[in-house]
């Protein structure tokens, strides 16, 4: 979960907010720090959906199958 959180942070779609860092201030100053790039996170939605593979159910279904 960690590797995927920073990949979307690398691309602009999230903010990472380690647990020994979590607070209710600290969550809300993330809620607004976000809020407040809202547009920012919108435009960089199809860069980070190019990263992800579409196909990456079927990819894992056919590694299962080829071990089996």
Do not use: C, F, H, W
């Amino acid at each position: 979960q960690t590797k995927n959180a920073e990949l979307l942070e690398e691309v602009g779609m999230a903010q990472i907010l380690p647990q020994d860092r979590l607070s209710g201030s600290a969550l809300l100053e993330m809620i607004n720090k976000v809020y407040g790039q809202i547009d920012n996170y919108r435009k960089n939605a199809n860069r980070a959906s190019a990263l992800i593979p579409q196909d990456s159910s079927s990819k894992l279904v056919s590694l299962i199958e080829k071990a089996i």
